[in-house]
Every structure is written in structure tokens, then in C-alpha cells.
């Protein structure tokens, strides 16, 4: 089983929806990411917190939200998305900062389709 | 720059043979580490081995082998008697020392199907 744990699994939204993923990790990770994944492409990196701030945004629209309300907890809120938005969303996490190896976990992924 | 290739798109064999997908790496740092990951259709990537770019021993785990050369960047995972369940995207990464994630570099990827 994974120790990263994202929901939901599955989400279908309208553009005018608000939503939010959710992720959770109890390894005591001290970095958190969120990565989006299109169909049959690599993991594209979206935000990195660590130590509950951000220090990476990969100019990632702002219909994007980021949120880390703790360092175990990362959210994802969603607000008028568009049909290109659909993918799967990873969430992971790593040792952080003073750990070097860039090991990274990951979750599930939420399957986001938005209509 | 990081880069990372995998030059097989898609491979498909049958159950019982052994299969060896190709990554190579680009890096300038002499500190760095390289995984591979597997994606079942499930959707999650599950690690499968870190290497670090001072550990060029090949290391087995059960049907699983890796190839780790320097000297050619590659760092090639072999599957012997596959199986089924062995069907997933693999995909091969590689970290520069001092990066604890946040550079992250993945291949684009090599899609396995073992058919029955």
C-alpha cells in the first residue's frame, strides 16, 4: 500500500466548479509536490512545498491553487478549469532539504476529467 | 541540463521471456542519482531502485536486474521471465546531488506489455 494517500480517486468537474484535491503523508517527509501526467507522457512537475512553503511554481496557471496546510498535508484547489486541464494528478513526497537523495514517493494519482 | 532518454516507445513480449528496457542520461554533475519507477494501470509510480553515480555494481532483485555503466550514461533494468503482471509504463529518473526533489528528471517513458 502507498503512504501517500490522495483523494479523490476520481473527479468530474464543470469549468464552473470549484474542487480540491487532497494528499496526505505520514512519513514525515518535509517536501511535498504536485505533478500533472497526461495519457502516455511523463509526470510534468506543477508546485513543491517544503517545510510548508512554496519554492516552486512552474508557471502553472492560476486556476491552480496550492495549499499546504501542514507537513502532511497538500492540497490541490481547482476553480475554472478548462477541458485541457483533464489528467492525472500525483501527488508525492521526499525527505526534503539536507536529504539528497530525491527520492520521491508518490500517490495514486486523482484522475481529473473536466467537461 | 538534466536529460533523460528512453528510446523504446512500446515493447510488447510474451510471458517467460526476458526483456531489457534502455535508459541513458544526461548530467553534468558527478553527484546524482538514478531510479526507475513502474506505472501500472492503476496509475501510481512505485519505486523500484535508487542507484548513485558512485555505485556502478549491477544489483538483482528476484526477476529484476539492473545495469548501471558510467562510462556509456546508461542505466538499463532487465526483466527476466516476465510475467503478466509486469505489464506497465516504466519510467527511468535521474537527481543531481544537492536536489533533494525538486529537480527531478523523468524519461518520457517505455510502455511493456507481456501478453499470455
Known amino acids: 500500500d502507498t503512504e501517500v494517500t490522495q483523494t479523490p480517486k476520481h473527479l468530474v468537474m464543470g469549468m464552473t466548479n470549484k474542487k480540491s484535491l487532497k494528499c496526505e503523508q505520514h512519513m514525515g517527509h518535509r517536501a511535498m509536490y504536485w505533478y500533472k501526467q497526461k495519457a502516455k507522457k511523463p509526470p510534468e512537475l506543477m508546485f513543491v512545498?517544503?517545510?510548508?512553503?512554496?519554492?516552486i511554481n512552474e508557471s502553472v496557471p492560476s486556476r491552480f491553487s496550492p495549499e499546504c496546510p501542514n507537513s502532511s498535508l497538500l492540497n490541490l484547489h481547482l476553480h475554472a478549469l478548462q477541458p485541457e486541464d483533464s489528467a492525472l494528478y500525483l501527488c508525492?513526497?521526499?525527505?526534503?532539504?539536507?536529504?539528497?537523495?530525491?527520492?520521491?514517493?508518490f500517490g495514486e494519482g486523482s484522475r481529473l476529467t473536466v467537461l | 541540463a538534466q536529460k533523460v532518454t528512453q528510446a523504446q516507445t512500446e515493447i510488447s513480449v510474451v510471458e517467460k521471456e526476458d526483456v531489457t528496457l534502455d535508459c541513458v542520461y544526461e548530467?553534468?554533475?558527478?553527484?546524482?542519482?538514478l531510479f526507475w519507477y513502474k506505472q501500472p494501470p492503476s496509475g501510481e509510480l512505485v519505486f523500484l531502485i535508487r542507484?548513485?553515480?558512485?555505485?556502478?555494481q549491477n544489483e538483482i532483485s528476484g526477476r529484476y536486474s539492473w545495469n548501471f555503466q558510467k562510462s556509456t550514461s546508461s542505466f538499463n533494468f532487465t526483466i527476466t521471465a516476465s510475467q503478466v503482471v509486469d505489464s506497465a509504463v516504466y519510467f527511468c529518473?535521474?537527481?543531481?546531488?544537492?536536489?533533494?526533489?525538486?529537480?527531478?528528471?523523468f524519461g518520457p517513458g517505455t510502455r511493456l506489455s507481456v501478453l499470455p
Open positions: 548530467t553534468r554533475d558527478t553527484t546524482y542519482y
Open positions: 512545498y517544503s517545510y510548508e512553503k512554496l519554492s
Open positions: 508525492a513526497s521526499s525527505q526534503g532539504p539536507g536529504h539528497n537523495t530525491g527520492e520521491l514517493f
Open positions: 529518473a535521474l537527481s543531481e546531488a544537492g536536489n533533494y526533489g525538486q529537480n527531478f528528471v
Open positions: 542507484r548513485n553515480s558512485f555505485d556502478e
